[in-house]
């Protein structure tokens, strides 16, 4: 229980920080924002490889992991490499 | 490894995801706050590969071989105008993930899975205790069954989001019953989730909530239009970062839990500014029609021989005569990629000694920051695309606006006519500059179906055509002036 209470309180200050970060966005850098996001998002590949990695569980665990960590690298590589190539384009005047 | 050093080192992954969002709070500091962020990912990746728990490594080598090919080439092919329909397929990924893992997980701590095709609804024997001991069993299994129905909603409905973009979908289909009809959905997929936790063994409740949450996410999103996308793309993401926070509460996992928050809170924040930008909530958004116009606004009547054309060599001269042009770019110029089109004409402007700038407003395009991205693509300096707040005031001191591509979000309707659907709506005031130039096809009407009084003004003048083909020639004779 200690522990859900720990994560719970991770969980919120997490949401205010960021409502603080995201409110300083300026417009001009929402797409980049949004796929950057989406990059981020991509960190659910943590718990993929855990589901494909495990070993005493049945086959069907396995290839749901083997899904899991197909999606989640598509988000982390295709998000971080779109959101580069779109960011250069802002950086060069 | 051990469990504390692997906590440690993914709390480093969570600073490093905080400092990537905050270098994006400028264009001088983003790329890097990018490449801080991916490094972050790199080392949680790497430390979870060393950690003792993951035994068999084929099904990951598969994966992650198979994922990072789809995903640098859609990075790397994608065309920006294009760019919506990315986010919305990553948006489906993001659930889709977090869908899996939450299934992964159910039928791994069950100890049993189905083999067959029939065996897939026959109950097992199980407990909470399955899941974690006392209320952490039950906390597990609630956790499971709502990533289970956000991931899985947001997988369909960021599918049916990515098809209407693509314009692979182009008619809008609905519930019967509308709102009521996704209500009960709603309902239901809420009562397969008690059910589970209820009785953890039954597994057709979970077959229950992945087929219901599929479908409610098909229908929450078929209704809506091209226009409201920017909306529906913001929410989507929000709920992408909200299942992948969820699926850390199932594995009590920190890293998780911070970054899916992160995401959770851009996708809403980002929801809001949208809405704001329409005057709408996000019910009506969601659900409403535009509400019908008090009185029926007559096109014919607002038109009628008062609208004036020219061709774009008159425009030309136009231009050479000003001081300050503002160009309002709006979802018609990423149509027709006439994006390095304008930024040459712009060129031409600067070269006689004409003061440029871009006005963009926050809906313009099919999601947050489009006509940015575009522009930034045609290699404008960022400088130069100001906000609908900060462009208004100046509209009175511009000699010209170019408006290409946009309708509504120029229709003084909303600013002057109170029985408008659109009234209350923040536009950009370019009635208030000294003439105003609209390219466009024709007088056809924008998202909301209204005429625009804009284009009948005695200071505006309609350019008719391909939005490229109508900036060529004025740069053209631009130049040649």
Known sequence: MEILILLLALFVLSLFLGVELITKVPPTLHTPLMSGTNAVSGITLVG????AGSDSSPLLVNGLGFVAVTLATINVVGGYLVTNRMLAMFKRK | MNPTVVSFIYLVAGILF???????????TAVRGNTLSALGMLIAVVVTLLDGDVVNYNFIIAGVLVGSCIGAVMALKIQMTSMPQMVALLNGFGGGASLTIALAE?????????????????PVVASSSNFGSGPEGTIALVSIGLTVLIGALTLTGSLVAFAK????????????GGPIGNGI?????????????????????????????????????????????????ALLNSYSGIAAALAGFILGNTVLI?????????GLILTQIMCVAMNRSLTNVLFGKMAAGGEA??????????????????????????KRVVIVPGYGMAMAQAQHAVRELADSMEAKGVEVEYGIHPVAGRMPGHMNVLLAEAEVSYDKLVEMERINPTFEDTDVVIVIGANDVTNPMARESEGSPIYGMPILNVDKARNVVVIKRSLSPGFAGLPNPLFAMDHTVMVYGDGKKAVVEMTTALNQA
């Open chain 2, 106 to 122: 159910y039928y791994s701590k069950l100890g049993s899975a189905p083999e067959s095709f029939s065996e897939i609804l026959t």
């Open chain 2, 258 to 266: 911070v970054a899916g928050s992160l995401v959770g809170t851009s």
């Open chain 2, 297 to 322: 606004v007559d096109a014919d009547e607002i038109y009628a021989g008062k609208v004036t054309s020219a061709q774009p060599d008159e425009v030309a001269m136009m231009l050479e005569m000003a």
């Open chain 2, 18 to 28: 905080i400092l990537g969002i905050k270098g994006l709070t400028k264009p001088k």
């Open chain 2, 165 to 176: 973009l693509q314009e692979l979908m182009k008619k809008s289909y609905g519930l019967p």
């Open chain 1, 48 to 51: 993929a490889l855990l589901a």
């Open chain 2, 185 to 233: 959905f709603l309902v239901a997929s809420a009562v397969a989730v008690v059910c589970l936790v209820l009785n953890p063994g039954n597994t057709a409740a979970m077959v229950a909530i992945v087929g219901l949450a599929l479908l409610l996410g098909l229908f929450l999103v078929m209704p809506i239009g091209g226009a409201d996308m920017p909306v529906v793309i």
